[in-house]
């Protein structure tokens, strides 16, 4: 079967959206624009896997959308919403639950991470995210979809699932007239000069929102003067920056700090160490906080401008997800037929 070029991916809505957040996530939604139809998600549903408190959760919800809009993503002519609004990602995420094994969850290195010594007083959900992360790529029969490289093997796991489905439901497929390629294998997008954003206090540690240090990570909503304050005291090495990016091997701060400027400028690595190569990190540095405030500035300002307007956004997401039902629920009629319910 041809599937239809559709792109999906999603943030969730957990607060404090960072440099990180953008270059690995937001920036690259805005590029896909002008390439495939897409449909970027807030998923709310996968936030609620720890415990959220409730007034803040619908602020997050609307942040995020402010941040997907004020940097480039155009809801008019794609599909911007919050989970929660379809039924259906729950729907296939249940049906999902019924033909993932227990063998592929169990080595989701993710679940280990997030839930910690403490599994056993983990959420259910947070153990079966996985398989609502499939049902969100499959629900719209996503052919691409965006990720970081923490993300690689819940996109593999959404691929088994696909082909688990197609054949276990084959005949059943047949039977009702459609090709026996039900789910398409969707594909990951990675990469970026920045897919990663490491720490600006640790060079070894992701940019985090729950880090304890608000030093450790530029987000979206810092003014220019903290955006800049927070450059000059990024970690760095004593050594000069050197010439060529193979220099940059073991040097983990170095290399973050020109990733963060690549991505920026939108030019590899070599082009940045081309220029600055050689010379002292505070000259480097005072030209990245330059980039970094021409280039966030204007994002941030535009967020702020749409969260005081909740109601705006709100229509924006009821808008997007209207659109989204169109599709979600054809695929839902269809899997229903497939696998033998009374509809």
Same mark, same amino acid.
């Given at each position: 079967m041809a599937f239809q070029q559709?792109?999906?991916?999603?943030?969730?809505?957990?607060?404090?959206?960072?440099?990180?957040?953008?270059?690995?996530?937001?920036?690259?939604?805005?590029?896909?624009?002008?390439?495939?139809d897409c449909l970027y998600c807030v998923v709310d549903m996968h936030a609620i896997t720890v415990w959220q408190d409730p007034a803040e959760l619908k602020k997050q919800i609307r942040e995020v959308t402010a941040a997907f809009i004020a940097?480039?993503?155009?809801?008019?002519?794609?599909?911007?919403?919050?989970?929660?609004?379809?039924?259906?990602?729950?729907?296939l995420a249940w049906v999902f639950n019924?033909?993932?094994?227990?063998?592929?969850?169990?080595?989701?290195?993710?679940?280990?991470? !997030? &839930?910690?010594? @403490?599994? *056993?007083?983990?959420?259910?959900?947070?153990?079966a995210y996985p398989n609502l992360m499939a049902a969100d790529i499959l629900l719209y029969r996503a052919t691409h979809v965006p990720v970081g490289e923490d993300q690689k093997q819940h996109l593999e796991l959404a691929r088994d699932i696909a082909q688990k489905f197609n054949n276990d439901f084959g005949p059943s497929m047949t039977a009702l007239g459609l090709e026996g390629?039900?789910?398409?294998?969707?594909?990951?997008l990675i990469g970026g000069p920045a897919a990663r954003v490491m720490s600006?206090?640790?060079?070894?540690?992701?940019?985090?929102k729950s880090d304890p240090s608000d030093l450790s990570r530029i987000n979206l909503t810092d003014d220019a003067?903290?955006?800049?304050?927070?450059?000059? !005291? &990024?970690?760095? @090495?004593? *050594?000069?920056?050197?010439?060529?990016?193979?220099?940059?091997?073991?040097?983990?701060?170095?290399?973050?700090?020109?990733?963060?400027?690549?991505?920026?400028?939108?030019?590899s690595k070599e082009k940045?160490?081309?220029?600055?190569?050689?010379?002292?990190?505070?000259?480097?540095?005072?030209?990245?906080?330059?980039l970094s405030v021409a280039k966030l500035g204007p994002v941030g300002s535009e967020?702020?401008?749409?969260?005081?307007?909740?109601?705006?956004?709100?229509?924006?997401?009821?808008?997007?997800a209207a659109r989204a039902r169109v599709i979600a629920d054809e695929t839902m009629r269809q899997v229903k037929d497939i696998v033998g319910f009374v509809r």
């Amino acid at each position: 079967m041809a599937f239809q070029q559709r792109v999906f991916s999603g943030v969730q809505p957990t607060g404090n959206l960072h440099l990180g957040n953008y270059l690995g996530a937001i920036q690259r939604f805005v590029a896909l624009q002008d390439s495939y139809d897409c449909l970027y998600c807030v998923v709310d549903m996968h936030a609620i896997t720890v415990w959220q408190d409730p007034a803040e959760l619908k602020k997050q919800i609307r942040e995020v959308t402010a941040a997907f809009i004020a940097a480039g993503i155009d809801p008019a002519k794609h599909i911007v919403f919050n989970q929660s609004q379809v039924s259906g990602h729950a729907e296939l995420a249940w049906v999902f639950n019924c033909v993932a094994r227990l063998g592929w969850l169990n080595r989701m290195t993710q679940f280990k991470e !997030k &839930a910690g010594k @403490d599994r *056993e007083n983990a959420s259910v959900g947070l153990y079966a995210y996985p398989n609502l992360m499939a049902a969100d790529i499959l629900l719209y029969r996503a052919t691409h979809v965006p990720v970081g490289e923490d993300q690689k093997q819940h996109l593999e796991l959404a691929r088994d699932i696909a082909q688990k489905f197609n054949n276990d439901f084959g005949p059943s497929m047949t039977a009702l007239g459609l090709e026996g390629t039900f789910f398409p294998q969707p594909e990951p997008l990675i990469g970026g000069p920045a897919a990663r954003v490491m720490s600006l206090r640790d060079g070894s540690k992701k940019m985090s929102k729950s880090d304890p240090s608000d030093l450790s990570r530029i987000n979206l909503t810092d003014d220019a003067d903290t955006v800049a304050s927070k450059i000059r !005291k &990024a970690k760095t @090495d004593p *050594e000069p920056l050197p010439s060529e990016a193979e220099g940059l091997k073991g040097r983990p701060e170095a290399e973050n700090l020109v990733g963060i400027y690549a991505a920026l400028a939108d030019i590899s690595k070599e082009k940045v160490l081309a220029e600055f190569g050689g010379g002292q990190f505070s000259t480097f540095k005072a030209a990245l906080v330059d980039l970094s405030v021409a280039k966030l500035g204007p994002v941030g300002s535009e967020m702020k401008r749409l969260v005081s307007e909740p109601s705006h956004i709100d229509a924006i997401l009821r808008d997007g997800a209207a659109r989204a039902r169109v599709i979600a629920d054809e695929t839902m009629r269809q899997v229903k037929d497939i696998v033998g319910f009374v509809r």
